[in-house]
Structure formats: structure tokens, C-alpha cells
């Protein structure tokens, strides 16, 4: 029996789908760096074994599995080719894998880990169903019907996968280290939808994607009257959001989901429309309803008089939609904002966008950018980013002591680096 032996066992993907191979039945093993990732507890939990890297681990009988992240000349990488052991990229593999079931991908430069998590709810309260999101969860079944999976547009890793399905959520620039503009990442999503095999669920409100050529059926879903499936009377109350849904103009049914703002709308839209489509009743689509939210996407604590928010938000967009779910759950409360840019080729290119979605917020901290030096040739720094919004303040780790003096404050720690360090020093402080 083979082993799979993942390398760079920690990443968000690669900790899911060693998850998903783990719980169908198959022998699983890894390799990292021995810094303490927030995926490890449910590897651990599983009695999944994680090594420290050495080509040494790369034996006869593996199956090798490699995160992206890692080049071909990393020691594993090469031990592996050197013995001539099976060996795949992370996508590749997943790409095969998924040819077992009726996969459904969900893409977009937005909302990607929240309506894959949302999706994997319904469909794991119905049928059998694996799933793999962004967040470091996967669950395998032995006998799932349905597959439920994150595809990501970045280095087009999406074009491994030919799902049955894909529900595409907006098209966005991002990743700019990769992407050269708004077209460029417009023509790998025009190439993915080609590859989809029964049905595309895609956001009509988006102008990108009404654009999209492909072979099956595209649905729209949206907030306008000319989607096939839209969303009229929304409303928020203490438990969440509630919507009415017209199919076609023709009311469906009233959903509900414990999440805030159209953005969390828009998500529950899409998997309405693919449940729907494929024959799902609306009773078993209201399980909706019970979503606990995944990992790092607006994950709340109560800490004595404030709300402490710890949020993946790295585009304007995210950050813009972030700061609306605050206000709209916390109406009468000051919001504040704390960010930590993610890289320093997406600080540059969207400076002026992070100071506009910044400014919706009451209070405005900036943390250094996160990313490597070597590629801030320009030589930016946070102050460049401080100069364009008005009042904001730069914070250092050791300063977070100020932050208590925002009474009654909901406070958003914002960023796809570190900026967790941030909170968890706060809190450390305010024991």
C-alpha cells in the first residue's frame, strides 16, 4: 500500500487534502518547517505524522505530493526525482483526484473559502460529501457522491482541474506579482470555464463575468432583475440575513444565513442556485441556516467591552466588505480598522484602493507590509500608504496597549501575513 507524503504538509490546501486522503482510507504522512501553523491541531488530531524537512524522509513506497510554494530544488523535491518516485504538484494531483465525483469548483478573486465552506455545509447535511477549503479544512468520505473544492486563478493552478461544476463569484484583479492586468486574468477564467462539464453558476452582477464564453449551461445569480437567480428583500435581523429568491422572476423561496452584508448574500446565492439545479428541495438548502463560518473570515471574540475580529482580508474589496459586515451587525458601535498589507507588489499596485476602503472605517492602524524585501525594489513602506488616509497611525508590536482605548469598539485585524501577532499580543496585554 502506498504512502502519500506531502511536502510542505502546513499549507491551507495541502493540510485539506491530506485531510481528504487521510479520512478516504489512505496512509498519509508529511514534511515542514517546524514553526507552528494554525493547521497543524487537525493533523495532529488525526495522528497524521508531520516530519521536519530532510531528503531523508523520501523513500521507496511514497507517493509524493509538493505544495507550490516550494521550488524543484528543495531537498525533498529533488531526493524524490533523483529516486524516481510518483510525484505531483498539489494541483495536478487534486486534479485527478477529483475525477471520482460530481466536483463542484468554486473560483473567484473574492469569497472563494467562505462559499466553498458554505457549500460543503449544505451538501455534507444531505449526501456524503468530501470537500477541501482554503481555510486548512478537508473532509474525505469513502463513498461521497459530492466534492466540494476551492480552485484558485493564481499561476492558472485552476486550469488542472475539469470539475463537473463551478460556481465563479466575481473577477477581480489580484496577484499582481503574477497577473499583468484585468484581461489577462479575464482570459484564465474564460479558459477555465471551458473546461467545466455539466454547468456554470456565475455572479450576473459581475460585468467580467457576463462576458464568459463556455460550452454548459451559465447560470447568473445577483442582486439585479436580469439574473436567473436573484435576490429581492433582504433584510437583517439579531440572527443574521434574510432573503427572498426569485428563479426566473418567479419567487422560489426565504433563506436565511447567520452572516452580515450583501457580499454574504451573494455567496448563499450561488450555492442556492447550484442545490437547485441539481434538484436539491428548498428544505434541504435552508440548512444554510446553520453555518458556522470558516476560519480567519470575520471570526469574532468577545473581549471585555469590544468585539475583536480576526479577518483574512487582503484587496480593497475584502477589505470593504469586511468593514461593512461590521457595521451592519454592529450599528451603533465605532469600528476600527487594524492592516497589515500582504505583499509588496499588491501594496503598490492598489495604494490608492486600500486608503479608500480604509477610510469606511471610524479608526485606521497600519502594521508593517508583510512580504519579502527582495521584492520591494521601490523601497515602499507603510508610510507610504499612512501619507493617503487621514489620522491613521502606524503600529508597532509593542504598542498595542493603545487599542483599549476604543470603548465598545469592534476591532478588525485585517491581513493574509501575520497580523494575528497583533491580536494575540493585545489580548496578552488586556488578561
Known amino acids: 500500500m502506498t504512502t502519500y507524503h506531502f511536502i510542505g504538509i502546513k499549507g491551507t490546501g495541502m493540510s485539506s487534502l491530506a485531510q481528504i486522503l487521510h479520512d478516504s482510507g489512505e496512509k498519509v504522512q508529511g514534511s515542514d518547517v517546524e514553526k507552528r501553523f494554525f493547521t497543524q491541531e487537525v493533523l495532529e488530531s488525526k495522528n497524521i505524522e508531520i516530519l521536519p524537512f530532510s531528503k531523508g524522509n523520501i523513500h521507496e513506497g511514497l507517493t509524493i505530493i509538493a505544495g507550490n510554494a516550494f521550488s524543484d530544488d528543495h531537498e525533498e523535491i529533488q531526493e524524490a526525482k533523483e529516486q524516481g518516485l510518483p510525484f505531483y504538484r498539489y494541483h495536478e494531483f487534486l486534479g485527478e483526484w477529483l475525477q471520482n465525483y460530481t466536483s463542484i469548483a468554486v473560483t473567484g478573486a473574492h469569497g472563494k473559502t467562505s462559499t466553498t465552506g458554505l457549500l460543503a455545509h449544505v451538501l455534507s447535511e444531505n449526501y456524503p460529501t468530501s470537500y477541501l477549503i482554503g481555510d486548512g479544512t478537508g473532509k474525505g468520505h469513502e463513498n461521497s ?8 486563478e493564481y499561476r492558472r493552478h485552476f486550469l488542472s482541474y475539469q470539475p463537473d461544476y463551478a460556481i465563479m463569484t466575481n473577477i477581480d484583479f489580484d496577484h499582481p506579482d503574477y497577473f499583468s492586468s484585468i484581461d489577462d486574468v479575464f482570459q484564465a477564467f474564460q479558459e477555465m470555464a471551458k473546461q467545466v462539464k455539466k454547468g456554470i453558476i456565475a455572479c450576473g452582477d459581475d460585468e467580467h463575468l457576463q ?5 454548459v449551461p451559465v447560470l447568473y445569480y ?15 435581523t439579531s440572527e443574521g440575513t434574510s432573503f427572498d429568491v426569485f428563479v426566473r422572476n ?14 454574504t448574500v451573494l455567496n448563499a446565492l450561488s450555492v442556492i442556485a447550484l442545490c437547485h ?17 470558516v476560519k480567519r473570515r470575520f471570526t469574532e471574540k468577545q473581549w471585555h467591552d469590544q468585539v475583536l475580529v480576526d479577518d483574512y482580508a487582503h484587496h480593497p474589496i475584502e477589505i470593504t466588505a469586511t468593514i461593512e459586515t461590521a457595521r451592519k451587525k454592529y ?27 480604509l477610510n469606511e472605517a471610524d479608526e485606521v ?14 523601497k515602499l513602506t507603510i508610510n507610504h500608504l499612512q501619507e493617503l488616509i487621514p489620522d491613521s497611525r502606524v503600529l508597532q508590536l509593542e ?23 497583533f491580536q494575540e499580543a493585545y489580548e496578552k496585554q488586556n488578561d
Request: proline share 2%.
Open 222 to 236: 445577483g442582486l439585479a432583475d436580469t439574473n436567473d437567480f436573484q435576490a429581492q428583500n433582504i433584510t437583517e
Open 331 to 357: 450599528k451603533d458601535r465605532p469600528v476600527v480598522a487594524i492592516f497589515q498589507p500582504h505583499t509588496f507588489t499588491r501594496t503598490k499596485t492598489f495604494l490608492n484602493e486600500f486608503a479608500e476602503s
Open 399 to 421: 504598542e498595542v496597549e493603545q487599542l483599549s482605548a476604543h470603548e465598545n469598539g469592534v476591532l478588525l485585524f485585517m491581513g493574509a501575513g501575520d497580523i494575528q501577532k
Open 145 to 152: 457522491q459530492y466534492f466540494a473544492f476551492e480552485a484558485c
Open 211 to 215: 462576458h464568459i464564453q463556455a460550452n
Open 277 to 293: 439545479y441539481e434538484n436539491m428541495q428548498s428544505e434541504e438548502i435552508k440548512k444554510l441556516a446553520t453555518f458556522k463560518g
Open 365 to 378: 492602524y497600519l502594521c508593517d507590509i508583510f512580504g519579502s524585501a527582495r521584492e520591494n525594489e521601490g
Open 250 to 263: 418567479n419567487y422560489y423561496d426565504t433563506f436565511t444565513i447567520p452572516q452580515y452584508g450583501n457580499h
